[in-house]
């Protein structure tokens, strides 16, 4: 699975790409649909910008042969899922009485950034030691 990690992790940035671009949930209040760059009056602002931005960095640190971008995605990642839950339950969330229908793009993202993670704990490559110190 480490030897694929990297590759797994650019299909689902890729993934969370086309899930930012696809509908999130349907307002019927407002008859429109929302994504991660458009709500209405922009009132839930453009989540996907911050969330293709920290994916990106994410998944470009799996390909460097560094330990501190190997550490860096684990952070990127964490913070990644934190920043999907939180828009999960804001475009999902009921408001005024009234229930949005989530959709597909919504569940896709989550679902990316929760693999963009996983595959953060899965690096491939090993470590060396540094002979000068002892």
Same mark, same amino acid.
């Given at each position: 699975m480490t030897r $694929? *990690?990297?590759w797994i992790s650019l299909l689902a940035f890729a993934l969370m790409?086309? #899930?930012? /671009?696809m509908p999130w949930a349907y307002y019927a209040d407002v008859d429109k649909h929302f994504n991660g760059f458009y709500s209405e009056r922009n009132m839930y602002g453009k989540? #996907?910008?911050l969330l293709l931005v920290i994916a990106g960095f994410a998944t470009l640190s799996a390909f460097i042969k560094n330990l501190w971008f190997k550490r860096a995605a684990l @952070? @990127?990642?964490g913070l990644n899922v934190a920043y999907a839950i939180k828009n999960f339950l804001l475009f999902g969330s009921c408001y005024l009485g009234y229930c949005p229908e989530k959709e597909l793009g919504l $569940? @896709?993202?989550l679902i990316a950034s929760v693999?963009? /993670?996983i595959m953060s704990f899965l690096p491939e490559g *090993?470590?060396?030691k540094d002979e000068g110190k002892e």
């Open positions: $694929y *990690s990297k790409i086309a #899930a930012c /671009f989540p #996907a910008k @952070l @990127l990642g $569940y @896709l993202m693999v963009i /993670f *090993s470590v060396k």
